[in-house]
């Protein structure tokens, strides 16, 4: 299966937090972020889907990956 690169930001007081994330589809990119919301205990200021993927900090986000049970991507903090 695969899933694309989504972008979450949230404003907390002073303090911008940007969560990357992998989701299937929208529905499960929009359970995400309500996941994120509740973690970060903040509303989500955006969502922003890559499917091309981004550079960040000399690094390249790719914009697909593929997910078995055995492989999963993880959430990155940035």
């Not at 979450?8 to 929208?26: K, M, N, P, S």
């Not at 509740?38 to 993927?53: M, Q, V």
């Not at 593929?66 to 991507?73: A, H, K, N, Y």
Request: proline share 5%.
């Amino acid at each position: 299966m695969k899933k694309t690169l989504y972008l979450a930001t949230f404003d907390v007081g002073y303090t911008h937090i940007l969560r990357v994330f992998y989701a299937a589809d929208e529905d499960e990119a929009q359970q995400k972020k309500s996941d994120l919301e509740k973690e970060i205990n903040a509303p989500c200021k955006s969502l922003e889907h890559y499917p091309n993927g981004f550079r960040l900090v000399m690094s390249t986000l790719p914009g697909t990956v593929e997910v078995t049970d055995e492989v999963q991507p993880r959430t990155i903090e940035v």
